[in-house]
Structures are given as C-alpha cells and as structure tokens.
C-alpha cells in the first residue's frame, strides 16, 4: 500500500510540477469483486512550502485487476480538500481505453542500449538516463521498488524491500518527440528499461507508463526478472 501511495504522490507532482513528499498513510479502504481498488489518504510534505512543516493531504485511487500480470490503474490523485464527484466514467475509460499501437500488446523484451541496427527514426526513441538524472528523478526507483515487488509477488514472497536498491541503468523508449533528448524523461507515455541490484541480485525490469486525455489517470504495467 505504500508503493502504491507513493505512486499517487509521483504521479500527481508530475502532472502539476510540485514537490510533495510522501510521509504516511493515515487512511485506507479497499472496494472489489472485480477488481482489487484502493482509496488511499496519504499525509504529505510540500517540499517547496516556505514553512518546512507545511503539511497537506493527497488522496488516489489505485485499481489493480484480478489478473496474474501487475497492472494498475490510477484514476484519481489530488489535494485535499478538492471536490471529488463519484466518477463513473473510471470503467468506462479502463475497459476502453486504446494507447498508440507501439504501447500495447505484450510487455517488450528488455533492452539495455538501442538496437544496434536501429536506422535514425528508431534510434530516436530512445534516451539513455545518465547517473546524474537518475539520482535526480526519485521516482525511477520507484518504479524499480515496483519491478522488485513483482519478483517477490510471483516467488510467493512478502519480503519487504531491500534498505538500499542500487540503479545501475535506464533506457527511455518513447514516440514522443522532444526538443532536448532529456525531455523524454517527461515523456507522458513511455517505456523504461531498468537494471538494477539489489540483495545481492541484478535484476532486469520492464515498465511501461500510458496515459488517457484525462487527468490523474494513468496506466502503469511491470513486469521484471532475476539475472543467472
């Protein structure tokens, strides 16, 4: 449940370019059958808030399918306390909900540099995360926390996370174009290729990141493998 209100704090300062920073989890409910979906209250820190203490609430919604494959589905993550009207067009979106052809089907292979005969159109989908941005963008280890989690949920594994995930490499692939090749990093729709080691382990992970033309929504689907 924490990953899953990180997301929505990653998510939401994404979409407004803010900075809060997730503290706790002070409310959960959880609604089904077809359908595992949490409303999650999360406490957060707006990092750039003159006070240093200056506290607020986020609320999201996570929705995770009942399917062997780590899909999840955000439809809601806002400040507190912004009118919420009950959205019954949530279902309607998920179970219709067409991205570009080149991101759907089955997850890609993993890939830890650009196709050596990629020709330059191809080529150009890709951005190669030095060091310095992947330090920058917390929510890259995140997204590898999830990969992980998917490792220790298809062992039968409720471990927690490691104290320390060591990132080792970050391939962007997107279809959208961007003036600086940094820029894809922004990308709303896009593919990351993530090594990482952790417990003694290197592992390779695949998470692919879609949108729809509506706010607070977003699609994040993980898939990851443990290295001989």
């Known amino acids: 449940m924490v990953l899953y209100g990180r997301l929505g704090v990653h998510w939401f300062n994404f979409e407004n370019n803010r900075n809060l920073e997730f503290i706790r989890i002070p409310k959960l409910n959880t609604e089904h059958p077809f ?29 995770r399918p009942l399917i062997d494959e780590l899909i999840l589905y955000m439809a809601h993550c806002r400040i507190k306390p912004t009118p919420v009207e009950r959205d019954t067009t949530r279902f309607k979106y998920f179970n219709s909900f ?67 995930i060591e990132m080792k490499n970050v391939l962007v692939e997107t279809l ?30 695949v998470v692919r990141r879609t949108t729809i033309l509506v706010p607070e929504h977003m699609f994040l689907e993980v898939d990851c493998r443990k290295e001989p």
């Open 35 to 63: 359908s595992e979906s949490y409303y999650i209250t999360v406490d957060v820190k707006d990092v750039d808030a003159a006070a240093a203490d200056h506290s607020l609430t986020l609320q999201t919604m996570v929705r």
């Open 98 to 164: 067409v991205p570009d052809k080149f991101y759907q089907g089955p997850m890609p292979d993993f890939l830890s540099e650009p196709p050596e005969d990629a020709d330059h159109d191809d080529a150009m989908r890709f951005y190669e995360v030095p060091d310095m941005d992947i330090d920058k963008y917390d929510w890259l280890l995140l997204y590898a926390e999830f990969a992980l989690f998917r490792v220790c949920e298809k062992a039968g594994s409720h471990s927690f996370l490691p104290e320390e």
């Open 176 to 205: 959208e174009t961007h003036t600086e090749p940094s820029l894809k990093l922004k990308s709303m729709n896009a593919i990351f290729h993530i090594s990482f080691r952790a417990n003694s382990f290197d592992y390779t992970s």
